[in-house]
């Protein structure tokens, strides 16, 4: 009787041992563990034995049903733990996944130039400044020498915002307001660039916008001459555009620069384009920023980003940079 409950345990430990499923191992749960097993059917019939026979009978079968049991709950795990292996694999995230280069994107052009020109004059040592694009008269046109009235605002075509004052608020028409917010707030020397979008009111063409950006540039020292000025404007063309182009300054008009000058980059074919202005801050407008013109004097420039993006990679129209045309942008 020993024997043929060891061989019982046996087989159903070797049928535990394969269960392929949870399912086969629940049904062999049942067979083997439960009320009706061929080892519960021994366990009832010991009553007909004599005590020593129940003894020892009944001591095999103990372990007999140890070893299934314990040979069950082994397989269990197993079966357990692959569940979990084959859930977690299922539900796995690749947060290593690259998105194919085209599919993800990348800054605008005109971004990008931004980027590069405040990269280069960072280089140069001057910080970055900013300043809002709804400004008031003072900071856009009366503080840079442009009082009320004065001819030379109709240089720039104003959009006007219906808030406070009737015609005190403006779409800021150029950069310079940026200029007086620094001198305003920050005691010289100065050394900032500043850039950002603004707007005019002009009818599109090849080399004109309404929403357009400008870099600004202002230095407030002691000492500073108008050959700061051409020597700063000669190494920014050379560091951004590279040899092969070169600049030229031609005497102009601004109201908040004296002397003032326009100035041109050549392109290696021989073609110039006028970039932006510049001159020798006027002591007007220093004055206006609470500075003495006896103690400090800087020069300023500004210059338009879209133009100056649009000839280092020969986009013949400006209306084109504006486009939402993913083959034209996808170029740069
Ligand atoms: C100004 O806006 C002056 N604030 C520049 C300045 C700053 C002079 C500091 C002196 C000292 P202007 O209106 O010329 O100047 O514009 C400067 C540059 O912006 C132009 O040379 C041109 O490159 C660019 N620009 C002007 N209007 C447009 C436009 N409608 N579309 C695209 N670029 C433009």
Redesign the pocket.
Known sequence: MIDEIDRIAADATTRAEAAATLEDWRALDVELNGKKSTLGGFKRRLGELDPDERRTVGAALNRAQEQVRAALAARRAELDAAARHAQLAAERLDLTELRPPHQAGHLHLVTQTMERLEDVFVGMGFTVAEGPEVEDDWHNFTALNLPAHHPARD??DTFFVELGELGDVVMRT?T?PVQIRVMETEPPPIYSVMPGRVY?Q?TADA????V?H?I?GLVVDRGITFAHLAGTIDTFTKAYFGEGFSSRLRPSY?P??EP?AEFDIQRPDGSWL??????MVNPNVLRNCGLDPEEWSGF?????L??LAGMRHGVPD?REIMSVDIRFLAQF
């Open positions: 240089m720039q150029h310079s005019r002009e080399t004109h916008l309404a357009f400008q600004e601004f908040f620069t003032s006028e970039l932006g202005g510049c001159g300023a420039f500004g210059f338009g879209d133009r400006l």
